[in-house]
């Protein structure tokens, strides 16, 4: 009866998933970032500031019947965050913005992805620096060990690599969007015809080729060498990879790192270090974020940013969480007696679940383990 690509969740999985949600807000509180709710409707320029065309396909749109103005339904609350940034907030200093709600896509990615991710957050605005990168790193890491999530290992790269290559050889838009699309696909053949149409000198056609096979564990190494040739936009951005790595590894000692230079996630959208986490098995990134300064320029200030995102239900489904083990339920009589609502209010206020019985309807499907019963003047809670 639902959309496809659209679900739902019931009782238990629902209780448990919301426990996940407050630990995770609970957590991204402790790291100092401040919870905010957008609204789930936008005018549409609004929901896709800063992105590209990268979530045009993504976004419902709608009429607005009031000032036949174009809405979107958000497909990504990153934008949203960076509205707020910039044009509600407005503080001189890093601002850290965290966030959970549902988002509706289009079209679903992946084999029986959904449309309406539960997405988590959290966005650090205002900070240039690779120790912003640094931190939003540790703590999406540390989201997904709160979720139960093990064996993670990161894809690292920097869409500012390709892009300096891009600037450096003086390509126009249709140039560069197809070498865009063959090397996401890493067709060497293809890339070879499109630079040598292109008559790329001093070397960039090789060197953009090249990408292709920039990735392992060991490219940051290399790299430099098969680079050498590039300007300084290009071995900057290297050299912040770099550094990220360095930090990342003194911070968070063998968590497993995968680098790829070809690897232009978000391109349109993304201005420097790109991320996603990865776990066995799972072909699709559990978590994925990076940098993107120039999001905030429709709303008067391109401030500095980088955040990472998540589907929250996912988490849940791909998470070894112990779930919480409860007391069982209790059964109150449909009485109206004083001392037994008394005694009710006394067992709630303790955390305890009751359940009072409506007349004539007996305890249904409650599965209540005990119940309240009457012993002399005073309502004591017995074994079924």
């Known amino acids: 009866m639902l959309p496809e690509g659209i679900d739902e969740i019931l009782p238990p999985e629902a209780l448990a998933l919301e426990e996940l949600r407050r630990e995770l807000l609970d957590l991204y509180h402790r790291?100092?970032?401040?919870?905010?709710?957008?609204?789930?409707?936008?005018?549409?320029?609004?929901?896709?500031?800063?992105t590209g065309s990268d979530l045009e396909l993504q976004t419902f749109k709608l009429t607005d019947q009031v000032t036949g103005?174009?809405?979107?339904?958000?497909?990504?609350i990153t934008p949203q965050a960076a509205r707020i940034d910039a044009h509600k907030l407005r503080h001189d200093g890093p601002t850290r913005l965290c966030y959970l709600g549902t988002v509706l896509n289009s079209r679903g990615e992946g084999?029986?992805?959904?449309?309406?991710?539960?997405?988590?957050?959290?966005?650090?605005?205002?900070?240039?620096?690779v120790e912003a990168e640094l931190e939003i790193l540790c703590l999406m890491l540390e989201s997904l060990q709160c979720a139960g999530i093990d064996d993670?290992?990161?894809d690292l790269g920097h869409v500012g690599i390709y892009r300096g290559l891009i600037q450096q050889a003086g390509l126009d838009d249709v140039q560069e969007q197809a070498l865009f699309e063959a090397l996401q696909r890493k067709a060497v053949p293809e890339?070879?015809?499109?630079?040598?149409?292109f008559e790329l000198r001093n070397g960039l056609g090789e060197m953009l080729i090249g990408l292709t096979e920039m990735s392992g564990d060991e490219v940051l190494e290399q790299a430099?060498?098969?680079?050498?040739?590039?300007?300084?936009?290009?071995?900057?951005?290297l050299e912040r990879l770099r550094r990220l790595a360095a930090l990342l590894g003194e911070r968070v000692p063998g968590i497993p790192v995968h680098y790829d230079l070809a690897e232009l996630r978000g391109y349109h959208y993304h201005t420097g270090v790109v991320f996603a986490a990865f776990i066995p098995g799972q072909g699709q990134e559990v978590a994925r974020g990076g940098r993107y300064d120039d999001i905030g320029r429709l709303f008067g200030r391109a401030r500095p940013a980088c955040g990472f995102s998540a589907d929250l239900k996912q988490l849940f489904r791909l998470g070894r969480r112990e779930r919480r083990t409860e007391q069982p339920a209790i059964l109150s009589p449909a009485a109206s007696d004083?001392?037994?609502?008394q005694k009710v209010r006394s067992l709630r206020t303790q955390g305890r679940r009751v359940i009072q019985s409506l007349p004539g309807a007996g305890a249904g499907e409650t599965e209540c383990g005990e119940m309240l019963v009457k012993q002399g003047e005073a309502w004591v809670v017995t074994v079924i």
């Open 152 to 154: 993670i290992y990161l």
């Open 191 to 197: 890339l070879q015809v499109l630079v040598d149409g």
């Open 69 to 76: 103005r174009t809405l979107g339904i958000r497909a990504d």
């Open 31 to 50: 790291w100092g970032y401040d919870l905010v709710v957008p609204p789930f409707i936008e005018y549409l320029e609004s929901l896709l500031s800063g």
């Open 111 to 129: 084999l029986a992805a959904s449309r309406s991710p539960l997405q988590i957050g959290a966005e650090l605005y205002g900070y240039a620096g």
């Open 338 to 341: 004083p001392l037994l609502m």
């Open 224 to 237: 430099p060498e098969q680079l050498a040739g590039a300007g300084e936009a290009v071995l900057s951005a």
